[in-house]
Structure formats: C-alpha cells, structure tokens
C-alpha cells in the first residue's frame, strides 16, 4: 500500500496527490491519503489556515486510517519516530523537489508512506494524462464561475487571447511569513510579463489574495476581469486559471497547476525565473523546461 500525507494548500495537495498516484499506477499498488493534519487542526480551538480540498475534483480518493498511517509511517515503532525526527529536525529533509534515484527507490517498495512536496512534474509526467483526467470538477460550477467560464469561451471564439494572472501576496507579501523563503512577484515582475505576452487582442483575468492590491499597483494593459472576490472557490479558480491560453503565474503551486492544466495548443506560461530566494537547489525542477521564465 501507499499512503501520502497531505499538507499545505491546494496546490501542495496536487502535488503531493500527483506523485503518489503515479506511484500507484506504475506499480499497480493502492493509495490511500493521510488527511490526518487537516482533521486535527479543524479539531482545534485555533483556526486553520488550510483545508483538505481535493474532495472536489474527480480523483481516486481514499482515506487511509489511524491504523493504516500509524503501521506504515512507523513501521519499527519507537526508533522509526527517532529516525523521522532526525531526518526532518536534522537533516531538515522534506522531499521538495525532484531525485530520479529517489524515485526509482519509491516505485520499488512495496509499502510506502509518502511525506514531502513533490514539486515538480518529473514525479508524475509518465501519467500526467491520467492526472489531468481526474483533476476535474466533479460538480458544474458556481453560477459566478459559469459566468467566468462562458466570458473565457466566447473571448476564444472571437479571436480575443484570454490571459491570466496570478499575484500572490498574503504569507508571502513583504514582511509575511513566506517571503524570506519564497520573496515574492513585483509590479515589475507582470510588466515585463505582459511585455512578453503581447497581442493585439486580448483580456485578462486577474486571481489574487488581494485584488485590490493589483488594482493599485500593477498595470494592465487589457480589458479585465477580477475573479477572485466573487465568491469562487479555489478549485474553481484553478480550473478557470486552465482555461486561459496564456498564464502569467506567481512563484505559486497554486498558478502553477493552473498553468499545467492548460490544455489550449498555444498555450504560453510565464513564470518567474526565481521560484525561491532559499532552497535554490531544491526547485530547479519546479518550473518546466517549456515555460517562459522571466
């Protein structure tokens, strides 16, 4: 069995999500999620800032138990709980990028509880048309999103190049939580972006944390259209995010995922040229050969 443990946001999720399905598919071995960190933190009298969100698309979705994790996780008892503490507080290993011999060491075993962020799609790019397949709403969208989503199809019908945005500010914005890791997207950032992605034609539409903040500091050259604040979830967002031809995206799992769900055949993604100010090395898979880094 695999079991992956999932943390962070939405976009982590599908991360984490993407690498243990592959897994799962190249050696015919059941998966089952270990949501546990999302239930014992809704479970406290603090607030989480994450939810569990893969419910909402088609994915092969099963909960691994308390028991299920606790024998997988800590197969040796005591000194398999003195090895993870060692290798995460020490060696502070959290499997965020991509090792090819690590991977071939994963597919290989039998039992396997997965833990990391797993960013990049070397992890899963050998069954990236099985995840694309399930990452789908499985309910219609929101009449909000529907709208958005029928604006975005008849721009591409009228010739009209649909292009989104993503700025993320929230834990990264300067002096947040994030930002000495990851730094952030500058105004500067989206104007050479736009530059990049000149058309004749064209409308954006603008996903942020804090769209006000675009609308006070970054300079659109096109028509726009703010998404979020409309009360659109953030599965839906990225689904919509999809369904642009071109994607300006932020150091973001989130954007990214928006970005590699694209399906459109000229399709262009601008990404920044740093995903991470620290843990450089750690990321130099992040970001796919084919996208645009600016």
């Not at 069995?1 to 015919?28: D, V």
């Not at 059941?30 to 999302?38: F, I, Q, R, T």
């Not at 509880?113 to 048309?129: I, M, N, P, T, V």
């Not at 096109?222 to 999809?242: H, Q, R, W």
Request: aromatic share 12%.
């Amino acid at each position: 069995m695999i079991i992956t443990r999932l943390r962070g946001g939405l976009g982590n999720q599908l991360f984490q999500y993407a690498c243990g399905r592959a897994i799962s598919l190249r050696t015919n071995n059941p998966m089952k999620l270990d949501v546990a960190g999302y239930i014992q933190a809704s479970a406290q009298s603090t607030e989480t800032r994450r939810n569990y969100s893969l419910s909402y698309f088609a994915i092969d979705e099963r909960v691994a138990t308390d028991d299920e994790i606790r024998r997988l996780k800590y197969p040796f008892g005591i000194i398999s709980k003195g090895w993870r503490f060692f290798k995460i507080k020490i060696l502070r290993q959290f499997n965020v990028g991509f090792n090819a011999h690590q991977m071939r060491r994963l597919t290989r075993a039998k039992n396997l509880y997965l833990d990391g962020f797993w960013q990049s799609e070397k992890c899963f790019e050998d069954r990236a048309d099985t995840i694309r397949q399930e990452i789908k709403l499985k309910k219609p969208m929101c009449p909000a999103a529907a709208d958005v989503a029928a604006q975005i199809k008849k721009n591409a019908h009228g010739g009209i190049r649909n292009i989104s945005i993503h700025v993320r500010r929230g834990d990264v914005q300067i002096g947040g939580d994030g930002n000495d890791y990851y730094g952030i997207c500058t105004p500067a950032y989206y104007a050479r972006a736009f530059a990049c992605a000149a058309t004749t034609n064209a409308h954006v539409f603008v996903f942020s944390d804090e769209p006000e903040w675009v609308r006070a500091n970054i300079s659109i050259p096109y028509p726009a259209t703010f998404v979020s604040g409309k009360n659109i979830s953030d599965c839906e967002e990225l689904i919509l995010m999809s369904m642009c031809s071109t994607n300006i995206i932020a150091n973001s799992t989130f954007s990214w995922w928006g970005a590699w769900l694209n399906t459109n055949h000229d399709k262009i993604v601008i990404a920044p040229t740093e995903w991470a100010v620290r843990g450089k090395k750690q990321h130099i898979h992040t970001v796919p050969p084919s996208w645009i880094r600016l």
